[in-house]
């Protein structure tokens, strides 16, 4: 059985369709890109992070990437279906990981803080199929952002 070399890293299933999709198009699966996707594998489905906060963890784990090389691999990442970008209102980005099985789900997003914590919601969903079928609309996800103020950011504003 031949042996995996320490700089050879086992590639994930969406390593392996990234590496595969980047070739498609001329392009390859650079260490930074690879690095950008663990982090999210690692921190798993439910976690919303900034560019900021990418870049932050990966600095942390001592992961040499810079910021504009963190904002390059989101916007690929995302546009290849590997991760979802959420926009906020207030014009914050936020990354998690793209799943199938968790597609349908919404966003209660803190206005002060931009905390983000996902909910899901059968009713939601429902009243997006029928409003997309009374339109002719054919339903691809449903998603909710509700904008509200944590309990901490409540707290701290004036009465």
């Known amino acids: ?91 914050g980005r936020r990354f998690e990981l793209a799943s199938d099985g968790h597609r349908d789900h919404h966003h209660l997003v803190c206005v002060g803080c931009g905390r983000t914590e996902e909910f899901e919601s059968s009713v939601v969903l429902d009243e997006g199929r029928q409003a997309a079928g009374s339109h002719g609309f054919r339903l691809i996800e449903c998603v909710l952002n509700v904008r509200a103020l944590c309990p901490r950011c409540a707290s701290a504003e004036p009465s």
Do not use: D, N
Not at 21 to 50: D, N
């Open 1 to 91: 059985m031949p042996s995996r070399s320490p700089a050879t890293p086992a590639l994930t299933a969406p390593a392996t369709e990234l590496r595969s999709s980047l070739h498609g198009r001329g392009q390859r699966l650079t260490p930074q890109r690879q690095k950008v996707l663990s982090l999210f594998e690692r921190i798993g489905e439910g976690s919303h992070l900034s560019a900021e906060e990418v870049h932050q963890r990966l600095l942390r784990a001592e992961e040499r990437v810079s910021l504009a090389t963190v904002y390059r691999s989101l916007r690929l990442l995302s546009s290849m279906e590997l991760l979802r970008e959420l926009e906020l209102p207030e014009g």
